[in-house]
Nanobody
């Protein structure tokens, strides 16, 4: 499985960004796809997840209502629309995949993308 994340950048607080994750290498039936992030000096944490089959979504409390995860099965892409960005959202964002549905736990993810930097200024 290859996961290629893109779309990060520099944005002012209150702004928006959309991250993309190109997934390849297999069919993702029964997979759970997720976005995680890691800020400097902090552990990697769950942001959002989506089931490939049904599109069932889940979010961390810190991003609920501001971020939206989606997937395009035909294009084999996963997206993270981030609105109302805050300085606390500054981190490297990673897409991840695992067989058997989504999980909020980093150690349960099987495959990781390379990460894309998101920087939110005040």
């Amino acid at each position: 499985v290859q996961l290629q994340a893109s779309g990060g950048g520099f944005v002012q607080a209150g702004g928006s960004l959309r991250l993309s994750c190109a997934a390849s290498g297999r069919t993702f039936t029964n997979y759970g796809m997720g976005w995680f992030r890691q800020a400097p000096g902090k552990e990697r944490e769950f942001v959002a997840g989506i089931t490939w089959n049904w599109g069932t979504t889940s979010y961390s409390d810190s991003v609920k209502g501001r971020f939206t995860i989606s997937r395009d099965k035909a294009k084999s892409m996963v997206y993270l629309q981030m609105n109302s960005l805050q300085t606390e959202d500054t981190a490297v964002y990673y897409c991840a995949a695992r067989n058997g549905g989504t999980s909020t736990k980093t150690y349960e993810q099987k495959d990781w993308g390379q990460g894309t930097q998101v920087t939110v200024s005040s």
